[in-house]
């Protein structure tokens, strides 16, 4: 289960907007071994294409380097999908090289990328690993804080 803040949720879709009608992507990144999406690092989509994301290899370089330095892990890897469904490509699954990672896909179709929408957003989480796509519940909190103590 993909647990994240409010706050997290609602700059992943503001900023799946924002790019429409190319797709946007980015990272949330958090302590080692946490699994607390807690840093929210919006990235150019360098291929600026409405069907395919590519983080900037320079900008993905400077990422892991500071990501190390903090001793952080990218735990959602995010992009959406602007004309089709929150549902990982066949290019998205044989990208997803971070078997740790919560991979987040919101869909702006169907006029989702306006901020008057008032219907619900596609976001929708998945873990990618050896291929294997597994859908996974996705909890929308105001704070960490609420879920401490649970099991």
Same mark, same amino acid.
């Given at each position: 289960m993909l647990i994240i803040e409010t706050a997290t949720y609602d700059a992943i879709v503001a900023h799946a907007r924002r790019d429409h009608p190319d797709e @946007?992507?980015?990272?949330? @990144?958090?302590p080692a071994g946490s699994d607390r999406a807690e840093r929210f690092i919006p990235m150019l989509n360098a291929a600026m294409s409405p069907t395919f994301y590519e983080f900037d290899s320079g $900008? &993905? &370089?400077k990422l892991y380097k500071e990501l190390d330095s903090r001793d952080e892990?990218? #735990?959602v890897i995010y992009h959406s999908h602007t004309a089709t469904q929150a549902y990982p490509s066949r290019t998205d699954i044989n990208l997803a090289g971070e078997p740790g990672a919560h991979? #987040? &896909?919101v869909s702006t179709? $169907?006029? @989702?990328?306006s901020p008057s929408y008032d219907g619900p957003v596609e976001f929708r989480s998945y873990r990618i690993i050896d291929g294997e796509v597994q859908e996974e519940e996705v909890r929308v909190v105001g704070s960490y804080e609420e879920t401490e103590g649970e099991s």
């Amino acid at each position: 289960m993909l647990i994240i803040e409010t706050a997290t949720y609602d700059a992943i879709v503001a900023h799946a907007r924002r790019d429409h009608p190319d797709e @946007a992507c980015g990272v949330v @990144a958090g302590p080692a071994g946490s699994d607390r999406a807690e840093r929210f690092i919006p990235m150019l989509n360098a291929a600026m294409s409405p069907t395919f994301y590519e983080f900037d290899s320079g $900008d &993905l &370089l400077k990422l892991y380097k500071e990501l190390d330095s903090r001793d952080e892990e990218p #735990v959602v890897i995010y992009h959406s999908h602007t004309a089709t469904q929150a549902y990982p490509s066949r290019t998205d699954i044989n990208l997803a090289g971070e078997p740790g990672a919560h991979y #987040v &896909l919101v869909s702006t179709r $169907d006029g @989702a990328d306006s901020p008057s929408y008032d219907g619900p957003v596609e976001f929708r989480s998945y873990r990618i690993i050896d291929g294997e796509v597994q859908e996974e519940e996705v909890r929308v909190v105001g704070s960490y804080e609420e879920t401490e103590g649970e099991s």
